[in-house]
């Protein structure tokens, strides 16, 4: 219907490389964000991994796409929650993760963190209140 | 496909995009917007190397709305507009400077 935003979720659950999954599911966001939807992400399980800081794909055979996490500002995504449990089991920390920001349009363009730690109960109510939800 | 400028041949996609961006050099660009019928002025240039260094800094050629708000930010806002840039780059903004830079069609560009 026209006029009408709607709340898209994209869930990213595996590693960066290895599969294609999560470099599809990032151009899909990039492309869904010209709808002008309500977008947000959420990174779980071994989804952690793409945004952690410092990539190296060389031996993957697959290009270093981390960079463009940080070009979803620009487009107008900027809720990335991550689960806290995720990381945990993985031995990574909030400061491992790349300082995704983006520039608030309606707070004088101020800085602001994309990257939300939320717990897997708060995730749950994220999920709750989506109109639509795509899982990579 | 492919083009070749003073003995050197450059691969492209069908849609004459490059194949291999590490080939791009200032000459295949001039190339490229002649064979458009686009003589390339500084302002265009001004575009293609914004175009560029986004890409170098993200990986990604950036979507037309993307674009126009970036560029307004840098060249600022009378060059920030989509009528200033579809002038320049009747073919589409993003699609055609994109060309030009050497990247691939922008993410989500049909």
């Known amino acids: 219907m026209a006029n009408q935003t709607k709340k898209f979720l994209y869930i990213n659950r595996r590693a960066p490389y290895g599969t294609v999954y999560a470099l599809e599911g990032l151009e899909t966001v990039l492309i869904g964000a010209a709808f002008e939807q309500d977008v947000s ?56 993760l790349m300082a995704l920001t983006y520039e608030d349009e309606d707070d004088d363009y101020k800085e602001k963190p994309s990257i939300h730690i939320v717990s897997s109960a708060e995730l749950a109510d994220i999920l709750e209140i989506q109109d639509v939800i795509f899982n990579f | 496909m492919s083009f070749e400028v ?43 190397n914004f175009l560029r260094e986004y890409y170098e800094e993200y990986q990604i050629a950036p979507a037309v709305r993307v674009l126009t708000k970036a560029i307004g930010k840098k060249l600022g806002k009378d060059k920030g507009n989509s009528k200033y840039l579809y002038e320049l780059f009747p073919y589409g903004p993003a699609k055609q400077a994109c060309k030009y830079a050497g990247l691939p069609k922008p993410t989500g560009c049909v």
């Open chain 2, 6 to 48: 003073n003995g050197k041949t450059y691969e492209t996609d069908e849609e004459g995009y490059l194949a291999d961006l590490s080939q791009w050099n200032p000459e295949a660009a001039e190339y490229m917007a002649k064979e458009d019928d686009c003589d390339l002025s500084e302002y265009h240039w001004e575009v293609i």
């Open chain 1, 41 to 96: 992400m959420a990174f779980m399980d071994d989804g952690v991994f793409q945004l952690k800081d410092h990539q190296d794909s060389g031996e993957t055979g697959m290009k270093n796409f981390s960079p463009t996490y940080r070009a979803l500002g620009d487009y107008e995504v900027t809720k990335l929650y991550v689960e806290r449990e995720s990381l945990e089991a993985r031995g990574l920390r909030p400061e491992d």
